[in-house]
């Protein structure tokens, strides 16, 4: 599909806006250390997000959107099918790229194969974000994509953008503004609700096909303030501390493998067709 969805429920009012965004935030030069700078200077569309993000997560939020999706009932995919239907989406969140959804998926999993990883490792990069396909269900973007965090606890400043949570209904919550909150001290992130996004959808979608290294990619790679900065690490069992040594080696390939260059998706489809079937049967419900 060449199209970009339109997608009304975002900080967006238009896809010029979107265009307008991506020019001004898009450099295909940029060092390392200049990606993921949500700094004042960063576009206004990149706070106008979290700010509608932070606001409107709650636990009541989170709960609910589970009742809703984790039935798996909307569809059945196939894997591949699922990519097509995601290069509809464009991911606001992110500052870094102007590339449509699937070929960020493919620079990711290609990036992995090229280093000589397990191919199950290759098949978590190129599957790892579709879970966005929720926006394409009529999800709100903040509700998609975006940093995600624990809710029915404090709010760790090491979110990025801590204090638009003032905005939080949850915030008046005396239960939910303790460290641990409504979780014990080395529970195990299992048991701990984060704000909703791909990441836990996507989680639940494959969890029956992929080894537990990978599901701990998928599930916590929107999770920066834990594994990229070391909050909430009182809420991590010894499992989860082992298993989030893979979810720190992926990251650098969600991140730094975004460039310029395309990936040819018809040319690389035969090695991902194989690769899919190694794991997945020819449906999925999501």
């Known amino acids: ?138 999800e709100p973007q903040w509700a998609v994509v975006g940093d995600t965090f624990p809710v029915g606890c404090a709010w760790s400043d090491k979110i990025v953008y801590p204090e638009l949570f003032a905005a939080n209904p949850d915030s008046a919550v005396p239960a939910y503004r303790t460290r641990t909150g409504i979780y014990e001290e080395g529970c195990g992130l299992g048991k701990v609700d984060l704000s909703w996004g791909h990441d836990e959808y996507l989680y639940h979608v494959v969890k029956d096909y992929m080894p537990e290294e990978a599901l701990y990619m998928i599930r916590y790679h929107s999770f920066y303030a834990c594994h990229r900065e070391g909050a909430y690490e009182y809420l991590m069992n010894d499992g989860d501390k082992r298993m989030f040594e893979w979810v720190r080696t992926f990251n650098p390939y969600d991140l730094y493998s975004k460039s310029s260059g395309r990936p040819d998706a018809k040319t690389l489809r035969p090695y991902y067709d194989d690769l899919i079937a190694e794991y997945f049967p020819a449906q999925v419900s999501w």
């Open 1 to 138: 599909m060449s199209h970009v969805q339109s997608l009304t429920q975002g900080p967006l009012e238009s896809l010029e806006q979107w265009d307008d965004f991506v020019k001004d935030r898009y450099d295909p030069n940029r060092a390392e250390d200049g990606f993921r700078k949500f700094t004042p200077e960063a576009p206004p569309v990149v706070r106008e997000f979290y700010r509608l993000n932070h606001a409107h997560q709650t636990r009541d939020f989170v709960l609910q959107k589970k009742r809703r999706y984790l039935a798996r009932d909307h569809r059945p995919m196939g894997i591949w099918e699922a990519l097509e239907y995601l290069n509809t989406l464009v991911d606001d969140s992110d500052p870094d790229t102007d590339l449509s959804q699937i070929e960020h998926c493919l620079q990711t999993a290609e990036a992995i194969r090229a280093d000589g990883h397990p191919r199950w490792f290759v098949l978590a990069g190129l599957i790892h974000d579709l879970g966005k396909i929720l926006c394409l269900y009529g």
